[in-house]
């Protein structure tokens, strides 16, 4: 099992996630992180950009899903980053975690957020 991971940090972007018609209407800040399980020491033994997650891609997915059409729950939007980054090459798992650090809750909040684990489905060895 490996240990190896690419980070994207702090991907921030604007969209009209929630529940409330205000965050639908005005829109406000996302932070998203993406913590994605490869094997990574093929590619460091090789430098080579094609034995890799490239990590243009991963970005884009998840600048596609936070931009993309409102959901009501940042766990939606998590779910959807997960299970597309899962469709890259050499993905085993990823870390989503999505922040809405504008949040209103009547007091002082750093941000709410929610962080999710997906595993690609093992494959069945005899099929």
Do not use: W
């Amino acid at each position: 099992m490996t240990r190896d991971r690419l980070e994207l940090l702090g991907l921030e972007f604007h969209s009209r996630h929630g529940v409330l018609p205000e965050e639908r209407a005005r829109g406000q800040r996302f932070l998203v992180d993406l913590l994605i399980e490869a094997d990574l020491a093929d590619a460091g033994r090789h430098d080579d950009l094609a034995r890799t997650v490239d990590y243009r891609q991963a970005y884009a997915i998840a600048r596609e899903v936070t931009e993309g059409p409102p959901k009501a729950l940042i766990e939606a939007v998590a779910e959807a980053i997960a299970e597309r980054v899962l469709g890259l090459p050499r993905v085993l798992a990823v870390v989503v975690r999505v922040r809405k650090p504008d949040v209103a809750l009547g007091g002082p909040v750093e941000a709410a957020a929610v962080e999710i684990h997906r595993r690609r489905p093992q494959m069945d060895p005899r099929a």
